[in-house]
């Protein structure tokens, strides 16, 4: 099994850019998926990227695609989330979750039912 440790979370303006961490432990990474989902006040979660164990690219979620990018080391057992042009919208708590495979259905990639490991979050908050 893995663990999970969200980072980089902070309040910043429309406009700006965070980069957001996950750090892992207990298993080598590359043994698992991972994604990223967040979540609003009031609202489901929603699946923001996806990335198989050995890709090069993620996938995306239509409302971040061009604005988020999703890159993971498995050396350095870490994945991260590059956010610019940060929208109102894109306030929540972010979470990387961890599937047991190192292959993910796209079909299913952003849905949070499919995932077996939950880091607990980091804050993201965006406000003028």
Request: proline share 3%; aromatic share 10%; charged share 20%.
């Amino acid at each position: 099994q893995v663990q999970l440790k969200e980072s980089g979370g902070g309040s910043v303006q429309p406009g700006s850019s965070l980069t957001l961490s996950c750090a892992a432990s207990g298993e080598t990474l590359d043994a698992y998926a991972i994604a990223w989902f967040r979540q609003a006040p009031g609202k489901d979660r929603e699946g923001v990227s996806c990335m198989n164990s050995f890709a090069s690219s993620a996938d995306y979620d239509d409302s971040v695609k061009g604005r988020f990018t999703m890159s993971r080391d498995n050396a350095k057992m870490t994945v991260y989330l590059q956010m610019n042009s940060l929208k109102l919208g894109d306030r929540g708590l972010y979470y990387c979750a961890a599937f047991r495979g190192q292959i993910i259905d796209p079909r299913v990639g952003l849905k949070p039912s499919v995932y077996d490991y939950w880091g607990q979050g980091t804050q993201v908050n965006v406000s003028s």
